[in-house]
């Protein structure tokens, strides 16, 4: 066994109401000032007024900023430090999906220390602790709650930017699977599947560990086991606690076993053509699994078996049943059929050609060849490989 380290700094509080404790944990931060950071959806539901309201209950101020879209860009960044600055906040609360936990952690960053968030692109380039930050995720989910990283999508450049650094991990945590009852079925298949993903490439990862594997293990079990479950009814509150969970347990393992080719390959497809992230790594999970199968010793036997309802046994097992297990568990969740029609899907002006996807690849694919996620994939990649990758999931 090769040498392994991990450590977890962070307060996380999980359960079914836990939206509550948001006075008592801001408290314990000495926060007397929030900027909630969130969503339009979450703001039209009411919820942003609920988290203020718990604030005030405990007499710390709290100014908003939602105006924030899929994939958000530097300019929205931008926007909401100028918004932090101008409030006079002294800590951010992290609440919705994936993208205003990005932005929250961004802002955390740039609000602190300056410039712009692309001073900060790559591996930790942030000097010091950030604005203090409280997360609570509305989605299962991208595990950004217990990430050190913020994706930023550059539109000057087509590309989304990573910002990697254990400064920027949130110091409090709240999940509370109650908030994620309200969402879309589209939008609980393609965040669950994204969860799912996380645990898969951290499990098959080469930075995998004893300590990242028991994490996405339990990870693939729970939101395996659940996920059809919590699409077909969100108000089932067993499910999403499951899917809450094995997101917040997939988040952990990746950040120390990273990630692999699907999320290397799927950030181009959503900086190119707005394809949702969870979708995007969807369409693109079966043709990795394939090609991953090559390097397979006994893993994909254990991630079958989590997303089947019946088991199988080493002495009948394939590789290829389980590509053939991870389409049917997509189609089962409404997730498109291949990478051609989720990119139609998401175009906000009609159809997009072939053509026109052909000319995009070669860029995409240099573009995967940048993510550090690729280092670590069970099967080595070349951007060869990868284009052809992109070519078979169209
Ligand atoms: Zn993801």
Redesign the pocket.
């Given at each position: 066994m090769e040498t392994f380290n991990f450590s977890e700094p962070q307060d996380i509080t999980v359960g079914k109401g836990s939206l509550s404790k948001l006075p008592e944990i801001a408290k314990k931060l000495g926060g007397k000032h929030a900027l909630i950071i969130s969503g339009p959806h979450l703001e039209k539901m009411g919820l942003v007024k609920k988290a203020a309201d718990y604030l005030a209950s405990v007499d710390i101020k709290a100014d908003t900023f939602t105006d924030i879209e899929a994939n958000p860009s530097v300019t929205t960044v931008e926007k909401a430090t100028a918004k932090y600055l101008e409030s006079g906040a002294d800590f951010i609360v992290a609440f919705g999906g994936?993208s205003p936990m990005d932005v929250a952690k961004a802002v955390g960053v740039v609000a602190k220390y300056g410039g712009s968030v692309t001073d900060y692109e790559g591996a930790h380039k942030v000097p010091g602790p950030i604005v203090p930050l409280i997360a609570i995720p509305t989605t299962a989910g991208?595990?950004s709650e217990v990430t050190a990283f913020s994706v930023i999508t550059d539109h000057s450049r087509n590309y989304k930017l990573t910002v990697f650094s254990y400064e920027i991990l949130p110091k409090y945590a709240i999940l509370d699977a109650e908030l994620i009852t309200t969402a879309p079925a589209s939008v609980a298949a393609a965040c669950g599947i994204?969860?799912f993903?996380?645990a898969e490439e951290a499990y098959v990862s080469t930075a995998a560990s004893p300590f990242s594997d028991a994490l996405a293990e339990k990870a693939m079990a729970l939101i395996g086991k659940n996920i059809r479950r919590f699409v077909a009814n969100r108000n089932d509150i067993e499910a999403a606690e499951a899917m809450m969970t094995g997101s917040l347990f997939a988040g952990i393992a990746?950040s120390f076993a990273r990630?692999g080719n699907v999320?290397a390959m799927?950030h181009p497809v959503s900086a190119f053509f707005d394809v949702p992230?969870?979708v995007a790594?969807a369409v693109l999970l079966p043709v990795i699994a394939e090609y991953n199968a090559l390097a397979d010793h006994g893993k994909y036997l254990t991630i079958y078996n989590d997303i089947r309802p019946i088991s199988a046994y080493a002495d009948e097992f394939e590789p290829m049943m389980l590509v053939d297990a991870i389409r049917e568990l997509c189609t089962d969740i409404g997730i498109p059929e291949n990478l051609t029609i989720a990119i139609n899907n998401a175009s906000k002006n009609g159809t997009v050609t072939k053509e026109e996807i052909e000319s995009r690849i070669e860029p995409m694919a240099v573009d995967a060849m940048k993510s550090g996620n690729i280092a670590v994939n069970p099967r080595a990649s070349r951007q060869c490989d990868i284009e052809m990758l992109y070519r078979k999931a169209l």
């Open positions: 994936g991208t595990g994204d969860a993903i996380h990746f990630l999320h799927s992230h969870g790594n």
